[in-house]
Every structure is written in C-alpha cells, then in structure tokens.
C-alpha cells in the first residue's frame, strides 16, 4: 500500500475508533442517570421489576424485549422515538417526561436501554412508516371510519361509543400476562402515541407493542384508515369549560378487599367514581 494510502485511512480509522469509545462512553453514562431515574420501575436490568412496580398499573416494561410500546416503525423503536418517550414521559401511565435532562443524558439513556437489548444489534435499523399527506375530514370520510371502526372489530374491545368497555375489555392482557384495559377515546388528549389524526393514523399503521392492538398496515387501505383515525377522534368528548383547578389534597379509603396486586378489572373499581388526573 502506497504511503498516500496510508496517511488518508489512517485518520478514518482514528474517527471510526473514537467514535466506538463515544458509544461504549455514551452507554456507560446513560448507565448511571437510568439506575438513578428510571430503574425505581425498570429495575436494575431493565426487566420492568423495579421496587415500585408493584404499585404500577400498567407496568413498567421490560426493556430487553425489545417490545416498546410507542414507535413510529413495525418493529423496533428507532433512537427518536425512544428520546421522544423519555423526553415526553406517556400519558396515562407512570412514565414520567424527563425533558428536565441535559438533551446529552437522554440520549444516553438511549443508548443505554439498546443496549440491554440484543434485539437492536440483531436486526437491521428500522425505518419510520410512511405517512401518505393528511385527507381532508369529511362527513363522508367519517361514515367511512364509522364502517371500518365495526368491520375492523375495534368496538370488540374499545366498545360501541370508545369507552375502552367492549365485551372483551375484561379479558385482555399484555404479551407479560398482565391485564391490560382498552383506551377510552372519550377522553380527549391523553392518548398514548399522541393525540393528532397523524398520530393516530400511525397508531393504526404499527400497532402498539406488547399489548393487543394490532396493526392494520395489511387490512385497511391509506383512506380507510384516514377515515378511521378521524372516527375515533369523533369520539372523544372535548371539555366544555377551563381545566378544573388543582386540589390541594387526594383522599384515600381504607376497604377490606385484597388489592395487593394492582388488576384494572377488578369490580371494585365500578364501586368508586372516576376522576381524571391530568
């Protein structure tokens, strides 16, 4: 090899290098914000069997899966859908937003939890699912979702008005064997994998890992499914008036039944009205 060659290799072999140190360097630091943040739930190894766990519905998840629940791909999550959850926490459920963190410690938290995974260094980088331009809501375009929201079977769990109360809503359970309760779609604003039509046509396109909702990526075409990320916007009943002001306290009641192990679908829960923490 000519001495040319040599002197022009050499320092993208010094930067490729340097950048394998980042990475062990990046892993190493995400190691200590998660064990000090996020391993209270996560656990240690990451297994969603953290000291807090028990008190958790739903539970925390067990990151070597590889089974994340909110991605804009099939399969895996990519690194900004992962920053994307840590910075923006997921609404109705533990998951904190942590986007108080210097953006450098999120992404290493990144880095950290792919690496209690083998699933990423296993299988090609994912890529986003594409998402044809917005359809225009129509009423027509409604009657379409209407349709589809019967023939796809999603009152079957979510229910005929969206309540999360379909005849199989007390059965389900994650892929852990947890219990696991539709979404109620009256409840404007707190849907998991984000609240815009685009965020629930993507919803529909990848489903959510882990649990029961599938995807429709092969059943439904691109306006069919327009038609039903609009319906089950339809669904949800907007607040009529400002925010209810804060409480300065919450109030607890002591009861005889064992609820030692948290089960959404215990009965006892119809025993008490429902109040939504924002």
């Excluded at 190691?31 to 028990?54: L, M, N, S, T």
């Excluded at 039509?197 to 396109?205: A, K």
């Excluded at 009861?255 to 030692?260: P, T």
Aim: charged residues 20%; contains cysteine.
């Amino acid at each position: 090899m000519r001495t040319s060659n040599i002197l022009l290799i050499a320092p993208l072999f010094f930067f490729l290098l340097g950048q394998e140190f980042a990475s062990a360097d990046a892993i190493a630091s995400g190691k200590v914000v998660y064990e000090q943040r996020c391993a209270v739930c996560h656990g240690i190894e990451g297994k969603g069997d953290g000291p807090a766990q028990q008190f958790l519905y739903p539970k925390p998840r067990d990151l070597p899966a590889g089974k994340i629940k909110i991605r804009s791909t099939p399969s895996l999550p990519t690194d900004d859908d992962l920053l994307r959850i840590i910075s923006n926490g997921i609404p109705g459920t533990a998951m904190p937003g942590w986007a108080a963190l210097p953006m450098r410690e999120r992404k290493d938290i990144v880095a950290y939890v792919k690496s209690l995974s083998p699933v990423f260094s296993q299988q090609p980088e994912p890529k986003p699912v594409r998402i044809p331009p917005t359809a225009k809501v129509t009423p027509a375009l409604l009657e379409l979702g209407k349709k589809f929201y019967v023939e796809a079977e999603c009152l079957k769990c979510h229910g005929a008005t969206g309540k999360g109360d379909g005849e199989a809503a007390g059965t389900l359970k994650d892929d852990w064997g947890y219990p696991i309760l539709p979404y109620d779609f009256t409840i404007a604003g707190r849907m998991k994998g984000g609240n815009t039509v685009r965020d629930v046509y993507r919803t529909l396109v990848t489903g959510i890992g882990g649990t029961p909702m599938p995807s429709y990526a092969d059943s439904l075409s691109a306006q069919e499914m327009w038609g039903l990320a609009y319906y089950v916007q339809s669904l949800s009943k907007r607040p009529a008036g400002p925010a209810p002001k804060e409480e300065a306290a919450i109030t607890s009641r002591f009861i005889k039944a064992d609820l030692s192990t948290p089960d959404p679908t215990n009965p006892i829960w119809k025993k008490v009205p429902a109040i939504d923490v924002l």
